[in-house]
């Protein structure tokens, strides 16, 4: 399987189940038309006779010989090999595990999909011994990995801070014992931040997810007080601090975009402005029927732009100005294992999520969901069926992703996306699909442009970008 495309005067060639990408010249890409995973040595007839007003027999043989050479090499309409890994993850450990610290927000965002943070459970806070059992049930259901990560997560976690740094020194006072090194994330909408705050977020937390939408206009529409008040000029002088002290950790400032702001590019632009080189800016999934909501008829407008974000990216590195889009960041040469490309996440197998009532659940996007509670810290409970259920959940199990080029970067979608607006954690949210598969494709071009300027040498081999034919 390949998909080819063009996109900013390149034109792209992806082996699908190799990885390998190449930079074609117009007649390779034509020629591609005219070929399968039954390549011959020979060139076909219907080349010469449909292609030999535009091309001279030299340059179609030699193009055809190059292309050739790189399906022998497995370069081109290469075999799917990884199918035969989609059941290994059954015995999978736990590894990872979102603690919903903080069912209770000091905002209201109006995209919220918490239910505007208590997750439609009513507001709360998780006592200690909760998140203390929360580490004790990662710890045990980990087996012998060692490296575990713990996200606490909210709504607001900065409202139960008190918790959260007794939870984590609770966690290090065990990783000796049993063998583990926790590695925490935080993500917050920085309102109570503080110089205390942000001296711990900074030496404990290996992340830190920092919500802001982009321009003050577009964060504060959305992004609002309990009052209505917008939280743009209390939240960025905050993270300015924390991001100046990071040091080597990792962060990310988290936008979300909505219909109200589809130009998100100058958002992304007006965030590292402010002295952000880590940025995400997600579009926002919702309701088709909300006034906010992206619908099918607008990605076409989205596509574009995020052509002219990927633009603006190389104009930038061109110029030696570097910041990371997290959704155009793709790893041509190594990239995950194969089993993360099939199942992603690890969504309710090695990854769940926890509750203020200990409830778990496959992710936090699926707290409140009765139907998909797999168990209970303080009962000791843990639904092993629907833990295996999940682990199966991968691109060939799953509609439309079998045959799918994108499979393996995206490996199946957002389980939690697909059953709220699909009905089925099986079945692909559409929109979803269709905005991956532009990033994708603006994401492998980059690469493709800054390989051609000398900014990312390309390589040989598999998982690489080819020189040009």
């Not at 909760?130 to 607001?156: H, P, W, Y």
């Not at 900065?158 to 993500?187: C, H, P, Q, S």
């Not at 290996?206 to 003050?216: I, Q």
Request: aromatic letters at 12%.
């Amino acid at each position: 399987m390949i998909h080819k495309y063009k996109l900013n005067g390149y034109n792209i060639c992806l082996d699908v189940h190799s990885g390998a990408v190449h930079i074609l010249d117009d007649a390779a890409y034509d020629i591609l038309d005219y070929c399968d995973e039954n390549m011959t040595k020979s060139v076909p007839e219907r080349i010469y006779s449909e292609l030999g007003g535009r091309y001279g027999k030299e340059e179609i043989e030699e193009t055809y010989a190059a292309l050739y050479e790189l399906f022998e090499m497995s370069q081109l309409f290469s075999r799917d090999d990884y199918e035969k890994f989609a059941d290994m993850m059954t015995k999978a450990p736990v590894k990872s595990m979102c603690i919903n610290i903080s069912h209770d927000c000091n905002l209201r965002c109006e995209y919220c999909f918490a239910a505007k943070g208590d997750f439609g459970q009513g507001r709360c806070l998780m006592p200690l011994e909760t998140a203390k059992k929360a580490i004790d049930f990662i710890i045990a259901n980990s087996g012998t990995r060692k490296n575990l990560e713990v996200d606490f997560f909210g709504g607001e976690p900065l409202m139960n801070f008190d918790v959260v740094k007794k939870t984590v020194e609770y966690a290090r006072g065990l990783e000796d014992k049993y063998n583990k090194k926790f590695r925490f994330t935080i993500t917050t909408n920085g309102l109570l931040l503080d110089d205390d705050k942000i001296e711990f977020i900074n030496r404990e937390m290996n992340n830190a997810v920092l919500s802001l939408d982009g321009r003050k206009e577009v964060n504060d529409r959305l992004r609002v007080t309990p009052n209505g008040k917008g939280s743009y000029d209390t939240i960025v002088p905050k993270y300015q601090r924390l991001v100046e002290g990071r040091g080597d950790k990792d962060y990310y400032i988290r936008g979300t975009f909505t219909k109200y702001n589809l130009d998100f590019t100058d958002d992304v632009l007006h965030m590292h402005s402010l002295g952000f080189d880590q940025l995400s800016i997600e579009p926002v999934v919702s309701d088709p029927k909300l006034d906010y909501s992206i619908k099918y008829e607008d990605l076409p407008v989205v596509f574009k732009e995020y052509e002219r974000l990927a633009e603006t990216i190389i104009e930038s590195r061109k110029k030696g100005d570097y910041y990371n889009f997290f959704h155009f960041m793709i790893d041509l040469n190594q990239g995950p294992c194969a089993i993360k490309r099939l199942r992603g996440c690890g969504c309710g197998n090695e990854y769940v999520a926890v509750t203020p009532q200990g409830d778990i659940y496959p992710c936090h996007q699926f707290v409140g969901n009765e139907d998909y509670k797999m168990g209970n810290l303080n009962d000791g409970t843990f639904d092993t069926d629907m833990k295996k259920m999940f682990a199966m959940a991968n691109v060939y199990t799953k509609e439309n992703c079998k045959d799918c080029w994108a499979k393996f970067y995206c490996s199946g979608g957002c389980n939690a996306n697909n059953f709220q607006y699909e009905g089925n954690i099986g079945k692909s949210h559409k929109t979803s699909c269709e905005l991956e598969k532009k990033r994708l494709e603006c994401a492998i071009m980059i690469k493709a442009a800054l390989s051609e300027c000398g900014d990312e040498a390309p390589c040989d081999g598999e998982d690489c970008i080819s020189s040009c034919l």
